[in-house]
Nanobody, 115 residues
Framework: QLQASGGGLVQAGGSLTLSCAAS????????MGWYRQAPGKQRELVAT???????NYADSVKGRFTISRDIAKTTVFLEMNSLKSEDTAVYYC???????????WGQGTLVTVSS
């Protein structure tokens, strides 16, 4: 249902863009977004975008990360700028279906920020 890509190794201060390709219409999801899980830590919300286009960000990434979507390509993006070592984590694409409220997760993509 959700296919994440775009992770990799980047130096601190650098940029990276993650992609989450959804099978089918992304408007079938009420909310889509990204979570991350660093080693030894719980999974945490990074950014979400609703069906209506409203966005929400974790305080730790506000001003540095931008979530967006390409409706035609049924893809949600996470543009990450000014990356810090603490952004190192496995990033998971997430979607909640509009009617069933069922949650779907893509496979994780690893982002490593070297200091």
């Amino acid at each position: 249902q959700l296919q994440a890509s775009g992770g990799g190794l980047v130096q601190a201060g650098g940029s990276l863009t993650l992609s989450c390709a959804a099978s089918g219409n992304i408007f079938s999801y009420n909310t889509m977004g990204w979570y991350r899980q660093a080693p030894g830590k719980q999974r945490e919300l990074v950014a979400t975008i609703t069906n209506g286009g409203s966005t929400n960000y974790a305080d730790s990434v506000k001003g540095r990360f931008t979530i967006s979507r390409d409706i035609a390509k049924t893809t949600v993006f996470l543009e990450m700028n000014s990356l810090k070592s603490e952004d190192t984590a496995v990033y998971y694409c997430y979607g909640r279906k509009l009617f069933s409220n069922r949650d779907y997760w893509g496979q994780g993509t690893l982002v490593t920020v070297s200091s």
